[in-house]
């Protein structure tokens, strides 16, 4: 599988009144070109900051975050961003808010086929139907499904999720971690998914990865077996729940609550 993001020998360090601020310190991982990986870690360790350096909102300081071999410098029009918080324009539709990045990024899409191609968004998510509702009409999972939509409206290539899913109850979370596998089935891209959450990493992502300390630095990586379609009960096998030992363990590491191996306890 081709490497599609290349993060190498990244360091990132904040201007603040007190001087630099490390937050990245040697940080080097990959993403593969339609792979999904999660990157999970203790609160501060950077991870929101990896976002921006791989969509080309900051520029790191040393080393190189690149994608298909180019150095990332600047915004990318392939890159699709959503957030815990799916700010929408109160004054669209929902149907207009999906479209919006239409509206920017430069497309042969004529009016109609934009609105065609949020409404197949919508329908894949379990929206038809709400097009023409305000956003203070829908909950807050319908809210974020639009926001899924509108990310992927414009076909990114790349799907950056920061804690999308965050905010949300437990039931609604899961029911949109089982929408984000059918929009994965149906839309192919690459996704990079932050989350606290090590049940959501092992669902969605084939790859997690682990950041520790502060400037973080990559701990570990943990590869997670394909075993074809999942549906929630995957979480329950003896497989899921080894898995999620090992991560809890290496978070307990990188929070210094557990030593290193070849450490004395």
Not at 32 to 42: I, K, S
Not at 96 to 121: D, G, M, W, Y
Not at 150 to 167: C, K, M, T, W
């Given at each position: 599988?081709e490497r599609l993001i290349d993060i190498r020998g990244v360091r990132h360090a904040y201007k603040t009144a007190d001087g630099p601020l490390p937050v990245l310190d040697g940080l080097e991982m990959s993403v593969d070109e339609g792979g999904f990986t999660?990157?999970?870690?203790?609160?501060?360790?950077?991870?929101?900051?990896?976002?921006?350096?791989?969509?080309?909102?900051?520029?790191?300081?040393?080393?190189?975050?690149?994608?298909?071999?180019?150095?990332?410098?600047?915004?990318?029009?392939?890159?699709?961003?959503?957030?815990?918080?799916?700010?929408?324009?109160?004054?669209?539709?929902?149907?207009?808010?999906?479209?919006?990045?239409?509206?920017?990024?430069?497309?042969?899409?004529?009016?109609?086929?934009?609105?065609?191609?949020?409404?197949?968004?919508?329908?894949?998510?379990?929206?038809?139907?709400?097009?023409?509702?305000?956003?203070?009409?829908?909950?807050?999972?319908?809210?974020?499904?639009?926001?899924?939509?509108?990310?992927?409206?414009?076909?990114?290539?790349?799907?950056?999720?920061?804690?999308?899913?965050?905010?949300?109850?437990?039931?609604?979370?899961?029911?949109?971690?089982?929408?984000?596998?059918?929009?994965?089935?149906?839309?192919?891209?690459?996704?990079?998914?932050?989350?606290?959450?090590?049940?959501?990493?092992?669902?969605?992502?084939?790859?997690?990865?682990?950041?520790?300390?502060?400037?973080?630095?990559?701990?570990?990586?943990?590869?997670?077996?394909?075993?074809?379609?999942?549906?929630?009960?995957?979480?329950?096998?003896?497989?899921?729940?080894?898995?999620?030992?090992?991560?809890?363990?290496?978070?307990?590491?990188?929070?210094?609550?557990?030593?290193?191996?070849?450490?004395?306890?």
């Amino acid at each position: 599988m081709e490497r599609l993001i290349d993060i190498r020998g990244v360091r990132h360090a904040y201007k603040t009144a007190d001087g630099p601020l490390p937050v990245l310190d040697g940080l080097e991982m990959s993403v593969d070109e339609g792979g999904f990986t999660a990157v999970v870690g203790p609160s501060g360790c950077g991870k929101s900051t990896l976002t921006k350096l791989v969509a080309g909102l900051m520029i790191p300081d040393e080393g190189e975050v690149s994608l298909h071999g180019e150095r990332v410098t600047s915004p990318r029009s392939t890159v699709g961003m959503a957030f815990q918080n799916p700010v929408m324009l109160e004054w669209r539709s929902i149907l207009k808010n999906v479209v919006l990045p239409l509206e920017i990024v430069p497309t042969k899409l004529s009016r109609r086929e934009q609105e065609e191609r949020a409404r197949h968004l919508l329908a894949l998510v379990g929206l038809d139907g709400f097009e023409e509702k305000r956003p203070s009409e829908l909950s807050g999972g319908m809210r974020q499904r639009a926001s899924l939509c509108r990310a992927l409206v414009h076909r990114p290539e790349v799907l950056i999720l920061d804690e999308p899913f965050g905010a949300l109850d437990a039931f609604t979370r899961e029911d949109l971690w089982q929408a984000m596998h059918r929009l994965k089935e149906k839309e192919p891209f690459t996704g990079v998914l932050i989350t606290h959450d090590l049940r959501e990493a092992i669902f969605l992502a084939d790859r997690v990865v682990v950041l520790s300390g502060r400037p973080a630095r990559t701990q570990y990586v943990l590869d997670v077996p394909d075993t074809g379609p999942r549906d929630l009960d995957h979480l329950y096998t003896p497989e899921a729940a080894e898995m999620l030992n090992v991560l809890r363990h290496q978070i307990e590491i990188a929070q210094g609550r557990a030593p290193a191996e070849g450490e004395a306890a």
